[in-house]
């Protein structure tokens, strides 16, 4: 059964499309924004509602590509069939969402969702008892503290790969059983971690003392970008008789990519990038400061 995390992402998206400063873009000619425009005043001046910095999301769309996804972002609903295939529904097609780790899976999930829900549960319950420490005997003349680290567990771009195309494949199963309209599909995959990072490969051939001149410098990201990785745009390229776009969110943002044109992108990616992983540590902390008061005030802030 779908829940919050398919709407938030879902409206992380619709937000960042139609929106700025988190509020929705008003048209400043008639005050409305996407959610209030009829059909006919969004597509005759879709531009005074939508984020003028949206085009740097996609990867392969025409200007009739990008026409129409924000259509889809505009009218997309929940599917009413809440615990079955597809997340979200339009007039053409629908929208999938599911989630991809880097991280060792199990049965139980992946080792660093279970590593996180671990940590978080002991955070919460030590922070109750230290604030309950500090009500019962307040100091008033030092700031007392309390820290908890993690680090990720392992991960690896195998890893990564396995979850995105296992993970593919499972929802494709269920593609093949849906009976409704699926003109127009899309996948919209989540990969919020702190894990991999990804590193453009300009001097993969290297001549050992010789000058680049003022050549730009090689990408650099501290997340995984779907729209970098050649490995996996060809295998999203195998299906672009079915998935039309592919929304993939990560901790910085999110692309589109239109499957069709996923050749075109190759040519203009020349260089393949090192996706290795990211040292990465958590670290939680609470405060307590104490100060004298008067009788019907409290003297505990933490």
Not at 24 to 53: C, Q, R, V, W
Not at 72 to 86: E, Q, Y
């Amino acid at each position: 059964m779908r829940g919050d995390r398919e709407k938030s992402c879902f409206t992380y998206i619709q937000s960042a499309l139609f929106g700025k400063n988190g509020s929705p873009i008003t048209n400043p000619f008639n005050g409305k924004t996407y959610l209030t425009a009829s059909d006919m005043e969004f597509s005759s001046e879709m531009l005074f509602y939508i984020n003028g910095d949206a085009t740097s999301f996609f990867f392969g769309l025409t200007e009739q590509d990008r026409a129409e996804f924000y259509e889809i972002m505009r009218k997309t609903k929940p599917n009413p069939s809440t615990s079955t295939f597809p997340d979200f529904v339009f007039d053409k097609g629908f929208i999938e969402h599911f989630s991809i780790t880097s991280s060792v899976e199990n049965r139980k999930g992946s080792k660093q969702k279970i590593t996180d829900i671990a940590f978080d549960a002991m955070v919460k319950n030590e922070s109750q008892i230290f604030e309950e420490e500090c009500n019962s005997k307040p100091f008033f003349d030092q700031i007392r503290s309390k820290q908890w680290t993690t680090t990720n567990p392992e991960h690896s771009y195998a890893n990564l790969i396995t979850s995105f195309q296992s993970s593919w494949e499972h929802h494709m199963n269920s593609y093949h059983k849906y009976t409704g309209n699926k003109a127009t599909g899309i996948f919209m995959i989540e990969n919020m971690e702190f894990s991999l990072s990804m590193y453009e490969n300009v001097y993969s051939e290297w001549i050992n003392g010789m000058s680049h001149g003022d050549y730009r410098n090689p990408e650099n990201f501290k997340c995984h970008k779907l729209s970098r990785d050649k490995k996996l745009l060809e295998f999203c390229y195998q299906y672009h008789e079915q998935i039309k776009y592919v929304i993939y969110r990560n901790h910085q943002g999110f692309e589109v990519v239109n499957t069709i044109n996923i050749p075109y992108l190759l040519k203009i990616i020349p260089w393949d990038y090192y996706i290795s992983p990211m040292a990465v540590y958590r670290v939680a902390k609470i405060e307590n400061i104490s100060f004298p008061y008067e009788r019907g005030e409290s003297n505990d802030k933490t």
